[in-house]
């Protein structure tokens, strides 16, 4: 059972247009994250979310829209995507600020 | 400002060698947490450890220890008697009541 999942694992698309990627945590935690890493390994957080409520919202365009149905899920909508955006997007969940993460395999997004 | 800084960027070591990797970070709580994390080249992120604002416990698992020390700010990892496996690219995190801050992490390669 993967406690953190993430879907596409990869994601290759074309300038402007609009993407999703979806996460899902098995492990009961009231938090959610997401996470840019670029190329040099740069780890930023993007958002947190705590129990649906956004938590966290760092200097991100807002082309970037989280979405947490419930708090199993964060999804992340990109809209309008930039040569910019290419990295890899990691999701993460944890019991509360106070405890470790637990990681999605990452999604490889790619703008050409 | 850097919240967590880590000096190194890359190190290079020959298999059984002993590494430090530094963790510096700056915070004006009373109450926060620090965690490392552990990437390796398959690219999934492995948390290692957490420790709390009030716990200055030196802490060993296996090859692994970690020193933390309050008057320097300082929580450092040491892998004693390395090996190949543990080539990765390793970060330490502070976490203060919702805000969350990453190290530029440290590439560490240990050679056969």
């Known amino acids: 059972d993967t406690a953190v999942s993430q879907t596409p694992k990869y994601l290759v698309t074309q300038m402007g247009n609009d993407k999703s990627i979806k996460c899902e945590q098995n492990?009961?935690?009231?938090?959610m994250y997401w996470y840019k890493q670029d190329s040099k390994k740069f780890l930023k957080i993007m958002f947190s979310?705590?129990?649906?409520?956004?938590?966290i919202n760092e200097t991100v365009p807002n082309r970037f829209s989280p979405k947490s149905p419930d708090k199993a899920h964060l999804n992340l909508h990109i809209n309008s995507l930039e040569l910019g955006d290419s990295a890899v997007y990691f999701c993460?969940?944890?019991?509360?600020?106070?405890?470790?993460?637990?990681f999605g395999p990452g999604t490889r997004l790619t703008v050409t | 400002a850097q919240k967590v800084t880590q000096a190194q960027t890359e190190i290079s070591v020959v298999e059984k060698e002993d590494v430090t990797l530094d963790c510096v970070y700056e915070t004006r709580d009373t109450t926060y947490y620090l965690f490392w994390y552990k990437q390796p080249p398959s690219g999934e992120l492995v948390f290692l450890i957490r420790r709390n604002s009030f716990d200055e416990q030196n802490e060993i698992s296996g090859r692994y220890s970690w020193n933390f020390q309050k008057s320097t700010s300082s929580f450092n990892f040491t892998i004693t008697a390395s090996q190949v496996v543990d080539s990765a690219v390793y970060f330490c995190?502070?976490?203060?009541?919702?805000?969350?801050?990453f190290g530029a992490g440290t590439t560490v390669t240990v050679r056969a």
């Open positions: 995190a502070l976490s203060e009541a919702d805000k969350l801050s």
């Open positions: 979310y705590n129990n649906k409520e956004l938590i």
């Open positions: 993460a969940s944890s019991p509360s600020w106070a405890y470790e993460q637990y």
């Open positions: 492990l009961g935690h009231d938090t």
